[in-house]
């Protein structure tokens, strides 16, 4: 299992250094030997592929992503067109997480239909898969779109592609058609015993091998008395449970109620449990959240360095299999 971040929006940072915040805190993440940084596209917040592609231009290794980007923001055609570009400014290091979001955010927040996600994911795949065959002319008309255009971005590197697939269709779509699935809200026993069956099967019914299961798993060290509290804290401000079903359906499968209830907390025997557990499940990548705890803005980052610097010391043990 191999050990990545995943970060979310900083709102402690003045709004003029978050890009460069960013950037900075994906350095970092390089220099400390992680093998991942993936970036959310968060409502209102800085755009995820534009960060990517300035943080591959700076850093040498580390594998960037997305996690996710919604489909419905943007024609598949001009994903493709910014995943290529975005995949050259990263040196070959950028994979693409998509997803069809939740109808709080679609139909709520952008006044846009929320329709058969599922078979809209087949068919934006559909175009992507067409556009990454390039450079070419594109021919694509499915239920969805008609695509007739000229592709012309880069002939050196394609783009892999994760998709957030919570449901049945969705991880048969994945497991089929992409590298895999990035997951968030997802306990061991939704992971070992829900996804990681089914979109095995299905890559395998398609006549492929290696497919990734990356989960978004929040972290903390913290004292036994305390776990309670970071539990709810985490639920409180990374939690959506309440308010999208697709989530709910896939707590339903394990044994969680909220993120919270996902989250490795405690001391760093505890936590290391946690994660050996995600990784028996069938976890290929962790994408650790990091939930800094404390009462200030010195003290949160205190918690953030501490946490992160041990999820860091155990990253090779997880890449040896141990």
């Known amino acids: 299992m191999r050990i990545g971040l995943m970060v979310g929006s900083d709102k402690e940072r003045p709004r003029a250094d978050r ?32 960060a990517v592609a300035l943080l591959g231009a700076a850093t040498d290794r580390i594998e960037i ?24 400014a990263c040196g070959g290091r950028f994979t693409l997480g998509i ?62 592609v994760l998709v957030a697939a919570l449901g049945p269709a969705m991880l048969r779509t994945a497991g089929e058609r992409t590298g895999g699935t990035i997951l968030w809200m997802a306990d061991e026993r939704a992971i070992g015993d829900y996804v990681v069956p089914r979109i095995t099967a299905a ?9 990734r299961v990356v989960a978004g798993v929040p972290v903390a060290l913290c004292a036994d008395d ?26 339903e499968h394990g044994d969680a109620e909220d993120v919270g209830d996902t989250m490795a907390a405690g001391d760093e025997a505890t936590v290391a449990t946690r994660l050996r557990r995600y990784r028996d499940a069938g976890v290929t990548d962790l994408a650790v959240r990091v939930v800094a705890l404390g009462q200030d803005a010195a003290q949160r980052q205190a918690s953030r360095q501490r946490t992160q610097e041990f999820v860091a010391s155990m990253a090779s043990e997880f890449a040896s299999g141990r």
């Open 226 to 251: 305390e776990v309670d509290d970071a539990r709810a804290y985490a639920s409180e401000v990374l939690g959506h449970a309440d308010f999208s079903p697709n989530y709910v359906r896939l707590l």
């Open 99 to 160: 997803g069809p979001s939740h109808h709080w955010i679609v139909s709520d927040q952008l006044g846009l239909p929320y329709d058969k996600p599922a078979r809209l994911v087949r068919d934006y795949l559909e175009v992507l898969d067409a556009a990454f065959d390039g450079p070419g002319s594109l021919a694509v008309d499915n239920d969805t779109y008609r695509v007739h255009s000229p592709v012309d971005v880069t002939d050196a590197f394609t783009v892999p």
């Open 19 to 50: 890009l460069s915040g960013l950037i900075d805190d994906g350095k970092a993440a390089e220099e400390q030997g992680f093998a991942s940084f993936w970036i959310p596209q968060v409502p209102g917040y800085l755009d995820a592929m534009t």
């Open 65 to 88: 992503g997305t996690a996710v980007v919604p489909i419905q923001t943007r024609h598949p055609l001009i994903m493709a067109q910014q995943a290529l570009t975005t995949q050259i």
């Open 203 to 211: 890559a395998k019914d398609a006549g492929r091998e290696g497919v």
